[in-house]
């Protein structure tokens, strides 16, 4: 098994991303609805400047996309596989926490 193979490390890659219990948090609010900067920091508990830095690491990956909305910025959620993966993650342990 080649484990340098391009889905291995795209996997893995995913992976690292969601290890971050601030990422995790992040993509577990946007499971069900669009959200902007503030609610995200206001829902997560950390301040608008870290979450606007997950958003960006997020939104480098692919992982989370936005909209422009009026005067604010809406986050979603970007590919339906990572959709899937998130709803999965969220039955698991974002459900609970709610």
């Not at 690292?16 to 900067?37: D, M, Q, S």
């Not at 939104?59 to 909209?67: D, I, N, P, T, Y």
């Not at 909305?69 to 974002?94: P, Q, T, W």
Request: hydrophobic share 45%; glycine share 4%; proline share 4%.
């Amino acid at each position: 098994m080649n484990l340098e193979n391009p889905p291995y490390a795209e996997a893995a890659d995913f992976l690292k991303l969601l290890a971050n219990p601030n990422r995790l948090a992040v993509l577990c609010n946007l499971h069900a609805e669009r959200r902007n900067v503030t609610d995200l920091a206001k829902i997560t508990g950390l301040p608008q400047a870290a979450m606007s830095s997950q958003l960006s690491l997020l939104r480098e990956a692919g992982l989370v996309a936005c909209e422009a909305n009026h005067r604010e910025r809406l986050y979603y959620i970007a590919d339906r596989r990572v959709g899937k993966m998130i709803e999965l993650l969220y039955s698991f342990y974002c459900a609970e926490s709610e």
